[in-house]
């Protein structure tokens, strides 16, 4: 990408709508105790930190890097006398906005009024200089601009603020150029401040009495853990109405409030809501018709008046055992994100969560989103289920995989002091290839080596002897920490590097993930005999083509190879978002297969109760799927044409040019899902 970048010693940045001044903010480090985990690092030595770390974390080791900066040469930035600088915990920007003005409207009435020549090139003069504020002399009169314009609106100006804690709080109340614009000056009248600044800061009394100085004209946003909002009505209203069908497999969601008393503020303040607008011209106001709102009965009442839901949960419910057997029983399994490459409303990327036992989780895979879905799920226990992760496997480097890790790391060290819990980092088991990307972040964003103990996927290949003391260390006491018997990996077919896992409990049962792969007999090898195997089925039957050009599966395709390991149950996920909400049935489906949803939770006893959930599945989603079969016969219809008109030309001898041709069309055809989505996943 090509990114214009700008320092933050650099001059202000202007373009048509506003001159942005850059305030940077110095703070001071926050006691130790208080920011950092309890006791950080004791583990974190070795390969996955850097040599001369020395305790991740560590307030020592915050020092260190920023000296090392000072130190470091940035051969990159030839010319750049000041240093850029790796990561720095004592910095943060405020940026102070002023929209431009903007210039009073011409009066042409009272202009003609006048005896202007209104009307006529003659008048564009003159306006011109009117608007800018200058006399102008017509036929020996002159022409005051404010008799002939409305005042021009001196532009208003707004202030985003991140004061992260208690440390930067005198950075902010001292700031020259804040105060410049608290002296009451009307061009220097600030219309919004928006604060991202955690409830603790808010209740600073010398943020409070800075609040007040701007004056009663100014609006104050707050943006921190205190602002609840659903931003994603879609994704509750669909929880809700399968919530009808089985209130066990698909638990309501909740919402995260956070603990912290609301600060009670001397100034009226306004807490961030999504779709929540402020609107500077041409009234100053707050809009808020567009701000979410979650009707829970409306979403039940839509889903009864479905014609054949009720009759069809009805049945189901029926044909059920009255009481469910196994509700306390582990492991549970529950699904966070089943769609693939990009998250939807509907679908997040993947993740799901292994619960072993009532304290502890493991997380198969950790797309972006990951701790929202955890948070919409747990509700209040989210903080428990963060401290229960001792460990996350990332099946491969695709983001939709991995790129929630480093948020899982952020809360779960949060976590583990708020509940005030030791802190221990925890096991990943990943490609290797995640760790250039971890210490990019380390050394540039916030440390969180500290927070790993790494596993290599690829030590984790059964009969792989190359593994290092301290690793064969690590997988003992995961295996330790779990009460399993065996966690292995297998490299799969899909992108390098890219690997499924199994792993076997102590009691007996196995758990099989594939990550993303194409049908792989390595996997079924190593998914012999599995109590539940976890597939990807990216792609509907008939699209295999396709699923071969992306390394993928189709549903029969995961599903004979569940059969082949001979599994006892199927659960299929990591769907196309073109499968928004339900995918296509295939023919192979049987009693011993399921397709997950976001927020579905399954155990082991589930699992003969899961297929007779289909009907009502069928019922509450029949308008996608008629509208997805009808894609498909379209698709189909499109293919036998194309072999038809291949076969024509064979026939009549018009073979010399139907290779090039037919290439093209079929290069055109794959053309056209890949535009919609073009990303690997
Ligand atoms: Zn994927
Ligand atoms: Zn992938």
Same mark, same amino acid.
């Given at each position: ?114 005896? #202007?020549?209104?009307?006529? *090139?003659? @008048? +564009? !003069?003159?306006? %011109?200089?009117?608007?800018?504020? /200058? ?106 109405? #399968?919530?009808?069908?089985? *209130?066990? @497999? +698909? !638990?309501?969601? %909740?919402?995260?409030?956070?603990? /912290? ?421």
């Amino acid at each position: 990408m090509d990114l214009a970048v700008q320092l933050h010693t650099e001059p202000e940045y202007k373009d048509e709508t506003m001159t942005v001044y850059q305030i940077p903010l110095i703070g001071k480090p926050l006691a130790a105790e208080s920011m950092l985990p309890q006791s950080p690092g004791a583990s974190a030595q070795g390969e996955n930190s850097p040599k001369d770390d020395p305790e991740p974390g560590s307030p020592k080791a915050v020092r260190q890097s920023l000296e090392e900066d000072k130190e470091k040469e940035s051969p990159r930035k030839t010319g750049d006398t000041e240093k850029r600088g790796d990561r720095h915990p004592d910095l943060v920007m405020a940026f102070l906005c002023k929209i431009h003005p903007k210039k009073g409207k011409f009066l042409a009435a009272k202009a003609q009024e006048l005896g #202007l020549p209104v009307g006529t *090139p003659a @008048i +564009f !003069p003159i306006i %011109t200089a009117l608007k800018n504020g /200058e006399s102008v002399t017509f036929e020996g009169r002159e022409l005051l601009p404010e008799e002939l314009c409305t005042p021009t609106d001196p532009g208003p100006v707004f202030i985003v603020l991140e004061c992260p804690h208690e440390g930067f709080v005198d950075a902010v109340c001292e700031n020259d150029t804040f105060r410049r614009y608290q002296e009451g000056l009307p061009e220097n009248q600030v219309a919004l401040v928006i604060h991202m600044t955690p409830e603790s800061v808010l209740q600073d009394s010398r943020y409070q009495q800075w609040l007040e100085r701007f004056g009663r004209g100014t609006q104050h946003l707050v943006l921190n853990e205190n602002s609840a909002a659903v931003h994603n009505p879609r994704s509750y209203k669909i929880q809700t109405q #399968l919530n009808l069908i089985h *209130p066990e @497999i +698909f !638990p309501l969601l %909740t919402s995260y409030q956070s603990k /912290e008393e609301e600060a009670a503020c001397s100034v009226p303040i306004v807490r961030g809501e999504c779709l929540l607008k402020y609107h500077f011209r041409p009234q100053q106001e707050w809009q808020r018709d567009a701000v979410t709102v979650c009707d829970h009965d409306a979403f039940v009442s839509e889903a009864l008046d479905l014609p054949d839901f009720q009759d069809r949960v009805k049945e189901c419910k029926e044909s059920l055992p009255a009481v469910p057997g196994n509700v306390d029983a582990y492991p549970e399994i529950v699904f966070l994100g089943t769609g693939s490459a990009i998250p939807m409303k509907i679908r997040n990327v993947s993740s799901t969560l292994v619960n072993t036992s009532s304290t502890r989780s493991l997380l198969l895979d950790c797309g972006e989103g990951t701790f929202g879905q955890l948070c919409r799920h747990y509700g209040e226990q989210v903080d428990q289920v963060l401290c229960n992760i001792a460990a996350v496997f990332v099946s491969h480097m695709h983001t939709d995989h991995h790129s929630g890790l480093l948020n899982i790391l952020m809360e779960r060290r949060r976590a583990l002091a708020s509940l005030g819990q030791v802190f221990s980092p925890l096991f990943l088991v990943a490609p290797e290839q995640i760790m250039p990307w971890l210490h990019e972040y380390h050394n540039h964003c916030e440390e969180i080596l500290g927070d790993i103990k790494m596993i290599t996927s690829q030590s984790l290949v059964k009969g792989c002897e190359n593994i290092k003391p301290k690793a064969k260390w690590f997988v003992s006491s995961l295996l330790e920490s779990y009460d399993l018997a065996e966690f292995q990996t297998c490299e799969v077919q899909h992108c390098k590097n890219a690997f499924a896992c199994s792993m076997v409990h102590k009691s007996g049962w196995k758990v099989v993930y594939s990550g993303d792969t194409m049908p792989c007999m390595a996997l079924v090898r190593m998914g012999k005999n599995a109590t539940l195997l976890i597939h990807e089925a990216t792609l509907e039957d008939g699209m295999e083509k396709e699923a071969i050009e992306k390394t993928h599966s189709t549903t029969s395709q995961a599903i004979q190879i569940g059969m082949k390991m001979n599994a006892e149950f199927i659960m299929l996920n990591h769907f196309s978002q073109r499968y928004a909400k339900i995918p296509l049935f295939s023919e192979d489906f049987s009693e011993k297969v399921g397709i997950a949803f976001d927020h579905m939770r399954v155990r082991f006893g589930d699992f003969p109760v899961i297929p007779k959930l289909i009907p009502p599945l069928k019922a509450l989603f029949a308008d996608d799927i008629v509208e997805m079969e009808e894609r498909k016969e379209k698709r189909e219809l499109r293919l036998l044409k194309e072999a038809s008109i291949v076969l024509d030309k064979l026939v009549n001898g018009e073979n010399e040019e139907a290779p090039s041709q037919k290439r093209k069309q079929a290069k055109n055809h794959q053309e056209v899902p890949s535009k919609k989505l073009k990303t690997v996943n």
